[in-house]
C-alpha cells in the first residue's frame, strides 16, 4: 500500500514551504497565482479526462504486464538493428545511473569534463573505425544521419540537384531521404540495379553506398574504389553507410575513397528498444568540418594550461545560425553515445574483433549449412547477413522460426534475411536451421565470406581503449567520469527553456524490463502488442493534454517534431493547391531550431519583432502579414514565450495568421508552464511539438535523448509522419525519424509520469512551477532586475534576469557568473538566450524551498561580489568572479597572491551549516579552470590526443 502520492513525490516544496513561498510572492493561492498570471482568453476549460493516478508500484505492475505482452524472441530481422550484449557493468552505471542520466548538455564545459570526455571518446572510435578523421558528437539515428550527410554534400558540392542512393539502401532511410528531400527540392534516385551504370547515367551531387548492403551483400574493396572513383571524377561526394562492427574486420570507407560516412553505433552494446534510442553517427574527411551537423567537442585549455574538452565550432549550429545553421539539430542521443563508447572502451580493439568474428563465423557456418542442404545464399560475400531464397516458401520460414523464438526478416516470397547479432546462442542458430528444414548440430564457425575487402589497417590504439578492460577498472573509470559532472543528482539545474525536472526512479525502471528493452523495431505488429497499447495511451493522452486531434510520437527530438509539423503544414497548403505558401514567420525571440527547422521544410524565414516589453509585435507582425499574405505559410511561436511571460496577445495572433490563410505552429517547449491549466489545440493552434525530455521527465541525458511528438488539429492529421515498415492508417507524409516509433524504448517514462500524477497532478506540478519561478523572481529583482513580465507583474515558468547594466558598471559578464556559480555548487542558468547579456532561471516544480533559497542566496552573494567589483575593492581583472571556477589545484597552490581568500574563493557559502550541496564535504570541485573556447576552435582536435599532448 503506498501511503503518498506520487505527485507529492514529484514536487518539491512541503505545504508548508508553499505558503510560504505563496506569502512572499502576494498570492492567496494557487489557483489566485494562475488567475494574476495566464490571460483568462485561454484558461477556463473543461477538466481533462485522464483516468484515476496510479500508485508507483501499481504503475510499475502495469508496465511489466505491457512489456511481458511483447515477444521479442531473438531479433535477426537486421536492417540496422541488431542483437547485441550490454555490459551489466555499463547497463548499470551508465543507462540507469542518475549521475550520468540527469546531466544536461555540456554547454558548460568546466562541470561537463566526464561526459565530454566519454564523447570524445566515442568521436575517436568513429574516426578510427571509419578511417576518416573528424567525427561528430552524435546524429539521432542512421536515417536521419544519412539525410544530414545528404544536406552537408549538397552545401559542400555544386553539381546539380540528384542525390543518388544505392539500391542495398536500408529501406526506412530511402523513405526518410526522400521526406527530406521533397521539401528541399533535391531529387532522390535509387538505382535501380548497378551503382556504376547508374552513376554513369546521372549527374548526382552525392551518392549514397550501404555496405553492407540492406540484402547482407558485402561489397569487395576495389567495386567500392570504383565507386568512389566514378562519383568523384563528376564532382560527386561519396557518402558511406556503414557497420561498426563490419568495420573492425572490413576496408573502412576512409581507405576507399568515401568522404563522409555514417551510420548507427547501436549494436555497441546499446539495447534494441523498439527502435531507439540509439546514437548515429558521423564522419567526414579533412576540410568538411565545418560543414558538419550536431555537436562536435574538441580538445582546448582551461586557464591554467591544463586540457580540457569542450563543444567545438559552436557558430555552425543553430542556437547562433539560426537559418544558416548546418542542421537543426539540438537535443541528440548523448546517454546512448556514451553506452556505445564505454562498450568500445570495455572490448577494445582486440575485444570487439573476437565478437566480430564471433557474428561472421556464425553467418558463415549457417551459410555452409543451408547451401550443402540445397538451399540457396544468394550472396557469395556477407558480414552478419545470410539472404536465403526458398521460391514461394519465405512467410512459412519465418512463421517456423518465429514459432520457435526467432525473429527473420521476410524480405519478399521467395527470400528470407538472416542477422546474426553478438545475442545469438546456438540454440537461435538450430532454431533457424530447423526452420529451413536443415536437420543435424549447427556449426559455430564457417570459412571467411568476407572476400577480398579485409581490413589492414589498425583503431582504437589511443590507450583508453586497453586500459579498462576488467570489471572493476571499468567500474571505476565510469564512477570516476560521472564524479567530474554536475547533474540533478548533486543539485539544481535551473536552466530556462529546458525544464531540468526529476526523473523518478519508478518512471526510469521500465526502460530496461525485457520486453521493451530487446525487441527489434520491425517485429510483426502481433509481437508488440504491448507498445502498442503504451504508444495508443499515451499519444491519447498527449492529445488530450494539448487539446490537438492527434498526436504522433515518431519525432525523436523537438527540432524532429518542428520538422514533422512544418511538413504537416506544407502537405496541407499543397492538398489546397497553395504550393505558393512558404514564409514562415518567426519571432525574434525564438528558439534557434525554429528557424533552422522552417529552412529545412523548403520556407522562407521572415523574423517578426519584439516590443520592448518582449512580446510579440503585433504592428510588425500585421506588416508582415500583409506583405506576404498569399505566401504566408505558418507562424512559429513559442508560448508562453521565450522570454518568460504569458503574451496576452497570443489568441489575437492565432486569428491574425488564420485570417491570412496561414497555420498557427506553438512551440510546445514550454508546455510546463500550461499542462492542465491550458491547451494550445484548443487557444487557436493547428499544431505543436513537445519535449518529453523537458515536460514529461525524460532524462536529458547529457544532451540527449529526447522525443519530441507533434499534435495537430483535425485538419492536419493525414500529414503526419508514416513509416514504410509499418502502415498506420490515415499518416500520409513520409518518416521524420528510421523507427515507427521513434525513441520507444523511453515512452514508458512519460507513461508512468502521467499515469502516476493524473490530471489533478499534472495541474499542481504547472501551478508550483509557475510559483518557484515567481518566487524567485521575488527574491532576486531588486538585486537582478526581471527584464520581462506579464500581467500584475508575473513571469511564468521562468524569469530572465539582466546582467547588462552590471556588465557595464563593473565589467563582470553572464559567463562571469555562471562560473562563480560552479564555486557555489550550481549548474548555470542559460545564458544569453534569448537576450544577449541575462540569465534565463527555470527552477521548475521539482525543487524544494531549502534548494531554491539556497540558489537565490548564491545569487545574491553574487550580487555583493560583483559590487565589491564596482567600488574598486576588488581590481577588476583579478576577483573571485572572473578567476572562477576555482580548482582544488588552485587553492591549494603554494603561492595565493589575489585580494580575496582562498576560504572565499571555494566556499563562499562557508564551510559548515547549510543545506545539502552548500557546503563543506559536499563541495563540488570542478576538474579544470575557466576554458578557452577560441583556442579549441583554432587548433581542433576531435579526437583522443595522445596523453602527453597537454601537459602543463
Ligand atoms: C528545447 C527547445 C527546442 C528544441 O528541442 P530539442 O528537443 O532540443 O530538439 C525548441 N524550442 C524551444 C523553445 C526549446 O526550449
Known sequence: MDTETFAARHIGPRADERDRMLALVGAADLDDLVAQSLPSTITGEAQLELPDPLSESEALTRLRSLAAENNPGRAMIGLGYHGTITPAVIRRNVLEDPAWYTAYTPYQPEISQGRLEALLNFQTMIADLTALPIAGASLLDEATAVAEAMTLARRTTKTGNVLLLDADTLPQTVAVVRTRAEALNLDVRVAD????????????????????????????????????????????????????????????????????????????????FYGGPHAGFIAVRAKLERSLPGRLV??????????????????????????????????????????????????????????????????????????????????????????????????????????????????????????????????????VRAAFGVAGDPAWRGPSRLGESSRTSAYLTHPVFSTHHSETAMLRYLRALSDRDFALDRGMIPLGSCTMKLNATTEMEPISYPGFADLHPFVPGADAAGYAILIAELEGWLAELTGYAKVSIQPNAGSQGELAGLLAVRGYHRSRGDEQRTVCLIPSSAHGTNAASAVMAGMKVVVVKATDDGSVDLD?????????????????????????????????????????????????????ALLGLARPGRFGADVSHLNLHKTFCIPHGGGGPGVGPIGVGAHLVPYLPGHPLAEVEGRGNGPVSAAPYGSAGILAISWAYIAMMGADGLRSATQHALLAANYVAARLTEHYPVLYTGRNGRVAHECILDLRPLTKASG???????????????????????????????????????????????????????????????????????????????????????????????????????????????????????????????????TCPPPEAFEA
Open 193 to 272: 540495379g548497378d551503382l556504376l551504370d547508374a552513376i554513369a547515367s546521372h549527374q548526382p551531387f552525392a551518392v549514397v553506398v550501404q555496405t553492407p548492403g540492406a540484402s547482407g551483400r558485402l561489397a569487395a574493396t576495389q567495386e567500392l574504389q570504383a565507386i568512389a572513383d566514378a562519383a568523384h571524377a563528376k564532382g560527386a561526394a561519396v557518402i558511406a553507410a556503414c557497420d561498426l562492427l563490419a568495420l573492425t574486420l572490413v576496408t573502412p570507407p576512409g581507405e576507399w575513397g568515401a568522404d563522409i560516412a555514417v551510420g548507427s553505433s547501436q549494436r555497441f552494446g546499446v539495447p534494441l
Open 298 to 431: 574538441g580538445v582546448s585549455k582551461d586557464a591554467d594550461g591544463v586540457q580540457a574538452y569542450r563543444l567545438a565550432l559552436q557558430t555552425r549550429e543553430q542556437h547562433i545560425r539560426r537559418e544558416k545553421a548546418t542542421s537543426n539539430i539540438c537535443t541528440a542521443q548523448v546517454l546512448l553515445a556514451v553506452a556505445a563508447s564505454m562498450y568500445a572502451v570495455y572490448h577494445g580493439p582486440q575485444g570487439l574483433v573476437r565478437i566480430a568474428n564471433a557474428v561472421h563465423g556464425a553467418a558463415s557456418a549457417l551459410a555452409e549449412d543451408l547451401t550443402a542442404a540445397g538451399v540457396e545464399v544468394v550472396h557469395e560475400q556477407f558480414f552478419d547477413t545470410v539472404l536465403a531464397r526458398v521460391p514461394g516458401r519465405a512467410a512459412e520460414v519465418v512463421q517456423a522460426a518465429r514459432a520457435a523464438g526467432v525473429h527473420l526478416r521476410l524480405v519478399d516470397a521467395d527470400q528470407v534475411g538472416i542477422s546474426i547479432g553478438q545475442d545469438a546462442t546456438v540454440e537461435d542458430l538450430a532454431a
Open 620 to 672: 510588425d507582425l500585421r506588416a508582415k502579414i500583409a506583405t506576404h499574405r498569399d505566401q504566408l505559410a505558418a507562424i512559429m511561436v513559442t508560448y508562453p514565450s521565450t522570454h518568460g511571460v504569458f503574451e496576452e496577445g497570443i489568441t489575437e495572433l492565432c486569428g491574425l495568421v488564420h485570417d491570412a490563410g496561414g497555420q498557427v505552429y506553438v512551440d510546445g517547449a514550454n508546455l510546463n
Open 812 to 942: 563582470i559578464t553572464v559567463d562571469d557568473v555562471a562560473k562563480r556559480l560552479i564555486d557555489y555548487g550550481f549548474h548555470a542558468p542559460t545564458m544569453s538566450f534569448p537576450v544577449a547579456g541575462t540569465l534565463m532561471v527555470e527552477p521548475t516544480e521539482s525543487e524544494n524551498l531549502a534548494e531554491l533559497d539556497r540558489f537565490c542566496d548564491a545569487m545574491i552573494a553574487i550580487r555583493g561580489e560583483i559590487a565589491a567589483v564596482e567600488t574598486g575593492d576588488w581590481p577588476g581583472a583579478d576577483n573571485p568572479l572572473v578567476n572562477a571556477p576555482h580548482t582544488q589545484a588552485r587553492v591549494t597552490a603554494e603561492e595565493w597572491h589575489h585580494p580575496y581568500s582562498r576560504r572565499l574563493a571555494a566556499f563562499p557559502s562557508g564551510l559548515h551549516a547549510g543545506p545539502i550541496g552548500a557546503t563543506g564535504a559536499d563541495k563540488y570541485w570542478p576538474p579544470v579552470a575557466r576554458i578557452d573556447g577560441a583556442f579549441g576552435d583554432r587548433n581542433l582536435i576531435c
